[in-house]
């Protein structure tokens, strides 16, 4: 199993990955909760012998999906150790031969602070969106719980790397990762059950970004919600397409142009900018 394609395309360094994978044909990886353990025990020796950090998880019956922190190559290490051991138990336990999941796994680098808070409760919320359950805490095989405070997950993780991202006291960042998990739509979560590009994954997080600006109140510098949408989109390097996709609204032509004009902001004070990073 070879570095995925999208980490060939990304050359970064340290980092947040969402990792996720499905089986072979679409077809169940997990039957039993031995297979759920047999997994989660490969992936805490991975992660232990590869040096990356584990910090979110939520397994599905024929797909996974991870948080891992660490190099590019660490994570390769990791997740070739993981797949190739979960696939040589797989085979062996149901006596066959062949691929156990699609193709490599998937992993997609996370831009900034908010959207790695967001692809988390993403994480989180699959079991919800999928219809296997009404609470993200009641599902038995995520880390949910330990970000909540709650006894009882399968493989501990430690949640203040993510935590931290939201309040400096922890309870206060554990109500307020809560009360984002409320706030967010379910039906909006896909399973995974497809794919996603890189150009997907990009248009995703344009309209997380765009969230987080219409939350926010006009800026002293007379920014609307789009504008600075925009910006966080340039500054996180997101393709104009992509924005254009998403604001275009019939006709993609005053997006670029306002992006235009933007780059020539940028270009003209860059230090303003900096000073207004992305969330």
Not at 56 to 71: D, E, R, W
Not at 120 to 132: E, T
Not at 156 to 180: N, Y
Request: aromatic share 10%; net charge positive.
């Amino acid at each position: 199993m070879g570095m995925p394609t999208a980490m060939r395309r990304e050359k970064r360094g340290e980092g947040a990955w969402h990792v996720y994978a499905r089986g072979a044909r679409r077809l169940g990886l997990f039957y039993e909760d031995d297979h759920y353990r047999r997994f989660l025990c490969l992936l805490e020796k991975g992660v232990a012998t590869s040096g990356c950090s584990l910090w979110a998880y939520a397994l599905m019956s024929n797909h996974y999906h991870l948080i891992v922190f660490g190099t590019p190559a660490q994570l390769a290490g990791c997740m070739q150790a993981v797949n190739h051991g979960f696939a040589v138990f797989f085979n062996e336990h149901h006596g066959v031969a062949g691929h156990t999941f699609d193709g490599p796994y998937h992993a997609h680098f996370q831009r900034t602070p908010y959207l790695l808070v967001r692809r988390v409760a993403y994480v989180f919320l699959n079991p919800v969106a999928a219809g296997i359950t009404l609470r993200a805490e009641d599902y038995a095989w995520s880390s949910y719980r330990d970000f909540v405070g709650l006894p009882g997950a399968p493989l501990h993780v430690d949640p203040d790397p993510v935590l931290r991202l939201l309040h400096h006291d922890p309870q206060e960042a554990r109500k307020e990762f809560a009360g984002m998990m409320c706030r967010l739509t379910p039906g909006r979560v896909e399973s995974s059950e497809g794919v996603a590009t890189a150009a997907a994954v990009a248009r995703e997080q344009f309209e997380w970004l765009l969230d987080a600006a219409r939350a926010r109140q006009r800026t002293d510098d007379g920014e609307d919600s789009e504008e600075r949408a925009l910006r966080w989109g340039l500054q996180c390097g997101i393709p104009p397409r992509i924005m254009a996709g998403v604001l275009g609204n019939g006709t993609p032509a005053p997006v670029y142009w306002r992006l235009r004009q933007l780059r020539k902001k940028l270009e003209a004070d860059p230090e303003r900018y900096r000073r207004l990073p992305p969330p």
